[in-house]
């Protein structure tokens, strides 16, 4: 399989293969958007692959940012990530039920703090589950905690003043990985008082497209990249990725990071800050 190496992606083959090795620690990262009454925490102990635990984006979040899911301090994600059992020689391969979105957040957070042990599984619970394989429920096991030393890595992090003046340096191309009507500013946005429409000079690259089949896999490499080109992008120059609020641009740094790009930076608070700010300029 192309993209099966623990460094970014790898399958159901592969986990179940290596399921019981002691330095790997399993994350279910499931994050439900728009189902009221459903949650990542519930899809969990309802099934979840064995000895996994849960990966709250809510919980392991900026509680001083008044949007949702913002990177936390690193002190605070030190001790988050340590209580489940992460420390720094843990090799961690993350899952969701919920078309990568939670797990490539997950796998963009863990490298956005120095750790690029991570990957991953490529189609989630989903395809675990159709090809049969074993799950558990119930509420998380207790683990041993870990020591996680944080080492931030700025360059994989866009914020408001980096993404304005790129705007007129030009220095990055920008991705922007929502729907086509909200791109467009067709569509309403969830965010009350938010504009429509995107970041001036941003294309559109739904995080779908990059995805394939009803498990939601990568792509191959060259259609993965011919994505990215029918978007207009030069994947040999720099590129940032932004989305409604920093969850499912992760799913196109990935991408980005399987065909050669490897160190994608993401626009964290995108189009949740970008849109309700009166002095981020707006095109559709």
Known sequence: MAYDRPDALVSTEWLAAHLNDANLRIVDATYVMGAPGRTGAQDYAGKHIPGAVFWDLDAISDKDNPLPVMLPK??????????LG???DTQVVVY???ALLGSARVWWMLRSFGH???AVLDGGIGKW???GRQTESGAQKPVAPATFTPKPRPELVRDFDAMRRNVDTKAEQV???RAPGRFNGVDPETRPGSRGGHIPGSVN????KVLTGEHKTFA???ALKAQYEAAGLDTDKPIAVTCGGGISAPVLALGLHLIGRKDTPVYDASWNEWGTRPDAPVEK
Do not use: H, M
């Open 116 to 118: 690029d042990k991570v």
């Open 129 to 131: 589950v159709a090809e």
């Open 175 to 177: 991705v922007d990985a």
């Open 205 to 208: 690259l739904p995080y779908a």
């Open 86 to 88: 992460i420390g720094d």
């Open 74 to 83: 690193p002190e605070a994600f030190a001790a988050a990530v340590g209580a």
């Open 96 to 98: 969701d039920n919920t």
């Open 220 to 222: 191959a490499p060259d």
